[in-house]
């Protein structure tokens, strides 16, 4: 792969190199707990290569974290969830269809 990869690959190896460093693991302990080499997980962790969902969710729980599957028509909605709520905001992140249409 080249060395201008996918801003979201960098993310997330950013964000397992930042669990793996908080958790005080090297990359080969990553890698063995993962069942893959040391070179695949760097190249993970620098965003320099893509990776199976398998590989990725193994990874992910090597560093005590899960990953998630979430249908793209469901992004917003989830987005919406993991936003902080403002001091003044009581309502729901997001609400169904449904019930916007019982409420008109």
Known sequence: MSSTSDPLLKDLGLRFRKA??????????????????????????????????????NVARALGMEMMLVPQAMVPAVQSMLQPADSDDDRPAFTSDVEDEEGS
């Open 20 to 57: 793996r460093l908080a958790a005080r693991l090297s990359q080969q302990q990553i890698a063995q707990r993962a069942n893959i080499s040391r070179p695949r997980y760097r190249d993970i962790e620098t965003g320099a290569a893509a990776a199976r969902a398998t590989t990725l969710v």
